[in-house]
């Protein structure tokens, strides 16, 4: 009699166990969202690349010993500024040259055509003859043509002097300085640096072709919105970069500005390029970004945190808490999805109650205590 009373309790104890928080009226503590109806911008999302709008590699056009550099490696450059000065006294000593030669020409055409005109007058009086004077109408003649020729060298000379100053040619930012004072350099052969410009800048990146109609279309309307962020933007940053820069995700707005005029055949790609302001410089030649193309704004869509969508046999479904604190499981479907939200084409309408975390315990009819809301 003893053993069955304490089976008995025993059977009981368990039981009661079982029965867990919602026999005391408890639930099982879940997150929920809010379905929301807003308007929801039509975005293509891709992987870029920053490219400088203007990448030019500056090379000496006379050769000679450089003698000064006049800028840092990396330093912001403004067109026209001073870069290299190439030792300028042999580029002087050709100038004088052949300003020289240019003054000796000069008396010669001059006594060439004293005596060119003596001739024509002396032929009418057969003091010489036809022969003469025309010899002597040809020497002055070729004595001006090398006074031409002899003017063009000083040109030259005073152009290649000016040479000897090597300037910025565009604005942008310097690289690394690739020919050091005292070094000698040769005309158009040797690189000295190369000026990248990153205000404004592009972002490149390629959509799948069957996105051309819509982009063509709607790029002719209007200008398209692109936005732009690092695409590595977490690894390994400090609190500090999360808090302050692009690093933390920060997006930067441009426009679309090129179609390329051919699809890639090898990728079915069409490549596109967005032009930037980039007046902070958070955009970097060379670096891979995460590009967001707007094409259009859906409006009035209905919202649901793309958490709350659940994948199971039969399709995607949430989990709808009703006003009994008990969960439906309800199918939906999704028209499409981003990092935040879904937009959901059926099963739910604005206002009702989505679980977004906790879904793994629940099941039709189950009984849920909210412990807070999403994004709260």
């Not at 109609?213 to 609190?239: F, K, Y």
Request: some cysteine; hydrophobic content about 40%; aromatic content about 4%.
């Amino acid at each position: 009699m003893r053993r069955l009373c304490l089976l008995a309790l025993f059977v009981f104890a368990c039981h009661k166990g079982e029965a867990g928080p919602q026999a005391g009226g408890g639930g099982v503590p879940v997150t929920v969202a809010k379905v929301q109806q807003k308007n929801v911008p039509l975005n293509v999302r891709a992987i870029g690349n920053v490219e400088p709008i203007t990448s030019v590699t500056v090379r000496p056009q006379v050769g000679g010993v450089l003698q000064r550099v006049n800028f840092r490696e990396g330093q912001e450059v403004k067109k026209g500024d001073l870069l290299f000065e190439i030792d300028p006294r042999p580029l002087q000593a050709q100038l004088l040259q052949a300003q020289a030669m240019l003054a000796r020409d000069e008396a010669n055409a001059k006594d060439a055509a004293a005596t060119a005109r003596r001739y024509a007058a002396l032929v009418k009086k057969e003091y010489v003859t036809q022969q003469q004077a025309d010899n002597a109408q040809a020497q002055a003649q070729a004595l001006e043509a090398a006074l031409a020729a002899d003017r063009a060298a000083v040109q030259q000379a005073r152009l290649n002097l000016a040479y000897a100053q090597i300037r910025a040619p565009v604005s942008g930012r310097t690289g690394s300085l690739l020919v050091h004072a005292g070094n000698v350099v040769k005309a158009t052969d040797d690189k000295l640096v190369v000026i990248d410009q990153v205000q404004p800048i592009y972002v490149s990146f390629s959509v799948p072709e069957q996105m051309l109609a819509q982009i063509r279309a709607r790029a002719g309307a209007s200008r398209l919105a692109v936005t732009a962020a690092p695409a590595l933007q977490d690894n390994g940053a400090s609190p500090e970069q999360k808090a302050g820069g692009a690093i933390s995700g920060e997006r930067h707005t441009g426009v679309l500005t090129f179609v390329d005029n051919a699809v890639d055949q090898t990728t079915g790609q069409i490549r596109l390029k967005a032009t930037f302001a980039n007046e902070d410089e958070a955009l970097w030649p060379g670096q891979f970004v995460d590009v967001q193309l707007t094409l259009a704004e859906q409006q009035g869509a209905v919202v649901a945190p793309v958490e709350a969508v659940q994948r199971g046999q039969n399709g995607e479904y949430v989990f709808v808490v009703k006003q009994d604190g008990t969960v439906e499981s309800r199918p939906v479907t999704v028209s499409r999805a981003d990092q935040h939200d879904a937009i959901i084409e059926k099963g739910l309408t604005p206002g009702e109650t989505v679980v977004t975390d906790g879904q793994l315990r629940l099941q039709q009819g189950v009984k849920v205590t909210v412990k807070g809301e999403a994004g709260s």
